[in-house]
C-alpha cells in the first residue's frame, strides 16, 4: 500500500486528482476501523493529516469556517460560544483518544447517517465546502448526504471545511444510545433556535437512510411562536405545542429495526428527545440569555 503525505492544499488536491484509488485519512478513526477488520483495501492512503490549512477555524461574516481537519477536542476547547449544538455533539462523541484524532471532515467524509455533527449542522443551516484542483463550491448539508455511508462528493474532490451560521439563540444536541459514553447514537436530534430570522432549525440522526430534517415540526413552531408572540414575549410554551412538536419530530423519522434499535423504539425515543430539546432550548431562551 502507498502512502501519499501531502503537505499543504494544493498538494493535497492535486494527489486526490493522480491517485483516484487513494483512501482519504484525516484523525483515522473511521478508516482504521475499516482497514483493521478487512473491509477495505485500498492500494494507496492519502493522508491529510499535515495539511495545517484544514487545521484552522475563524469567523468569516456571520458564520464561523471549520476547516475540515478540526478536532472534536479542538471544537470544544474554541468554538463552545459560537457554534454550541456542533459541540454539545463534539462532547458525546466517543472517548478523549477518538476526540483528539476524531474530525468534523472525517465524520462528513463517512456520511454515516448515525454521525454526531450531522444533526446540528443540518439545525444550524450549515454548508460544506468542497474542492478539487478545478473548481471549488459549498453545498447545503441538506443535499451533501444521499444515502448510507454516500454523500455526494465528486472523485476528485476533498472537503475543505463547513461554514456554520454563528448561533443566534438556543442549541441543543440530545442522543439515545445503550450507554453514556463510547456509543453510537440509536437514535439523535438537534434543535437551534434562529431569533432574528425568526427560523427553528432541526436534525435527525440514525433514524433514516440519511441525516434528516424534521420540516412540520420546524414550521409548527415558527408559526406558533409568531401566531402567540412568543418570539418577544419569551412566555412558557404550553405543554400540548411540546408534546405535538415532539410528534411531529418522530413523524419526520424513516427508521428501520436494525442491530442498535427496533424501528418503534427509534419513533419513541425521538418524539421524547424531540420534546425535551424544545423544553430546555426554550427554558434557555425565557431565561433571556440569547
Ligand atoms: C471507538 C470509536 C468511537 C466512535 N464514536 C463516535 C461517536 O460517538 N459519534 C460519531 O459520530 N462517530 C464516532 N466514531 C466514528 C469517528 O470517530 C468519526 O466519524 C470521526 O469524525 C471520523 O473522523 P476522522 O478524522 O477520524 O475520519 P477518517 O477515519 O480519517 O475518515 C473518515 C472518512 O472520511 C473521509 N475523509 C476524511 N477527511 C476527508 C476530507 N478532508 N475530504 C474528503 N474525505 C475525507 C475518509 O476518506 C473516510 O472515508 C467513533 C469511532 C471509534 C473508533
Redesign the pocket.
Known amino acids: 500500500m502507498s502512502f501519499i503525505q501531502p503537505n499543504n492544499w494544493l498538494d493535497a488536491l492535486e494527489a486526490r486528482v493522480a491517485h483516484p484509488e487513494a483512501?482519504?485519512?484525516?484523525?483515522?478513526?473511521?478508516?482504521?476501523?475499516?482497514l483493521n477488520f478487512g473491509r477495505l483495501h485500498p492500494s494507496a492512503l492519502?493522508d491529510?493529516s499535515r495539511v495545517g490549512e484544514?487545521r484552522t477555524w475563524g469567523r468569516e461574516n456571520g458564520q464561523v469556517r471549520v476547516g475540515?481537519?478540526v478536532?472534536?477536542r479542538e471544537m470544544i476547547a474554541d468554538l463552545s460560544g459560537d457554534l454550541p449544538g456542533l459541540t454539545m455533539?463534539a462532547r458525546?462523541?466517543?472517548?478523549p483518544p477518538?476526540r483528539n484524532?476524531?474530525?468534523?471532515?472525517?465524520?462528513?467524509?463517512?456520511?454515516?447517517p448515525?454521525?454526531?455533527?450531522h444533526p446540528p449542522l443540518m439545525a444550524a443551516g450549515a454548508e460544506v465546502e468542497?474542492a478539487s484542483v478545478h473548481r471549488s463550491r459549498t453545498i447545503p448539508i441538506s443535499e451533501f448526504f444521499v444515502g448510507p455511508k454516500r454523500s455526494v462528493?465528486g472523485e476528485d474532490?476533498?472537503?475543505?471545511a463547513v461554514w456554520v451560521p454563528v448561533a443566534t439563540g438556543p442549541q441543543v444536541f440530545t442522543k439515545v444510545?445503550t450507554r453514556n459514553a463510547?456509543?453510537?447514537?440509536v437514535c439523535s436530534f438537534a434543535l437551534a433556535l434562529r431569533r432574528p430570522e425568526r427560523r427553528v432549525g432541526t436534525g435527525i440522526g440514525s433514524a433514516g437512510p440519511v441525516p434528516l430534517q424534521a420540516h412540520a415540526a420546524e414550521r409548527f413552531l415558527e408559526g406558533h411562536l409568531e401566531e402567540t408572540g412568543a418570539w418577544d414575549s419569551r412566555a412558557p410554551l404550553a405543554e400540548s405545542v411540546l408534546a405535538r412538536f415532539g410528534q411531529l419530530v418522530a413523524e419526520a423519522a424513516r427508521p428501520i429495526d436494525d442491530v442498535r434499535a427496533t424501528a418503534a423504539y427509534r419513533r419513541r425515543a425521538l418524539e421524547v428527545l424531540g420534546r425535551r430539546a424544545l423544553s430546555w432550548c426554550w427554558e434557555e431562551y425565557m431565561g433571556g440569555r440569547t
Open positions: 483512501v482519504a485519512v484525516a484523525g483515522g478513526t473511521d478508516v482504521l476501523v475499516e492519502l491529510l484544514l475540515s481537519g478536532t472534536y455533539a458525546t462523541v466517543g472517548s477518538i484524532r476524531g474530525t468534523v471532515g472525517g465524520n462528513l467524509g463517512s456520511a454515516s448515525a454521525g454526531d455533527c468542497v462528493l474532490e476533498l472537503i475543505a444510545g463510547m456509543v453510537i447514537a
